[in-house]
């Protein structure tokens, strides 16, 4: 199976993100069961939060991590996770245990997506603490630190600012030999360099066109020759919007664009109702377009 490193040896690759909100289950669950037939598509993802990112604020929104579970044995192929998971939400060896697990469930399929988390809304509504941005981000540094050691040590002794483990361990283990960690975000100076001491993907959530990616991507690349790491370690992915009725042949030449700039995986989040019919045309352009 290919891990996230290998997904970035080719050019062209497509993923599916179906937004938890304002849709039935029984939709989402079609949506991965075709998904999973298509070959175009190597993963699927949802998000973690726990209101709506649309209007209405106040409709359904299924909880991310409980449809991941259901999803892994739904499928059999697909690469899945959530992009991306609110350091804030859990503690960090909660996290970890919830990834190993899901890594197991799923055969090891599983990718962990984290950022410093941003929706006030749903935080204050929820008594989460966020916190400034310098919080946020000095918690998020260490949390990443520590779901980084549980996953792959047999022990782990941090103590932080927000977060104290003694002692911990965290098994079983991933199934994967290092479970692949995404970092979300665009922030130039904290998130980016977060993600060249610890990414094994970077994520950016619709860029503009590829300049504006390829700016980010060069303080990425930069920040990784500060911290002694190489650039190519890190798949990068966008988030491209995948509306209704946006032309598939549109959107295919859209993503080429990406492609030669540098992006690695291209993320399709679907934008209105969920609907199994919009996998099949944007698979074909996506396919004619290669």
């Not at 949802?46 to 409709?59: T, V």
């Not at 927000?162 to 979300?184: H, N, R, S």
């Not at 094994?200 to 303080?219: K, N, Y």
Request: glycine letters at 8%.
């Amino acid at each position: 199976m290919a891990t996230v490193g290998e997904m970035a040896t080719s050019a062209g690759r497509h993923a599916i993100k179906t937004p938890p909100h304002h849709s039935p289950w029984s939709a989402y669950l079609d949506v991965w069961r075709e998904a999973d037939q298509i070959d175009v598509f190597e993963s699927a993802w949802n998000w973690d939060h726990f209101y709506p990112l649309a209007p209405p604020y106040d409709g359904p929104n299924l909880e991310g991590w409980t449809m991941l579970a259901a999803l892994a044995q739904a499928t059999t192929r697909l690469r899945l996770g959530a992009m991306v998971n609110g350091m804030h939400h859990r503690h960090p060896a909660v996290t970890a245990n919830m990834a190993a697990t899901l890594d197991v469930i799923s055969g090891g399929r599983f990718v962990l997506g984290m950022g410093a988390g941003w929706n006030e809304m749903e935080s204050n509504a929820y008594g989460i603490e966020l916190g400034t941005l310098k919080q946020r981000f000095d918690r998020f540094d260490e949390g990443i630190e520590i779901i980084r050691s549980l996953l792959d040590n047999k022990v782990t002794n941090f103590t932080g600012n927000y977060f104290t483990v003694t002692d911990a361990w965290c098994e079983p283990k991933p199934v994967q030999p290092k479970l692949p960690i995404v970092i979300g975000g665009k922030g130039r100076t904290r998130t980016l360099r977060t993600a060249a001491r610890w990414a094994d993907q970077w994520d950016m959530t619709f860029p503009a066109d590829p300049s504006e990616w390829g700016e980010l991507d060069a303080v990425l690349r930069a920040h990784c020759d500060d911290v002694g790491r190489e650039p190519t370690e890190i798949t990068r992915s966008v988030h491209l919007p995948l509306t209704i009725g946006d032309d598939p042949a549109a959107l295919a030449d859209r993503a080429a664009g990406f492609f030669a700039a540098g992006v690695d995986l291209v993320v399709w989040s679907m934008q209105g109702a969920i609907a199994m019919s919009r996998l099949g045309p944007l698979a074909e352009a996506l396919r004619a377009g290669t």
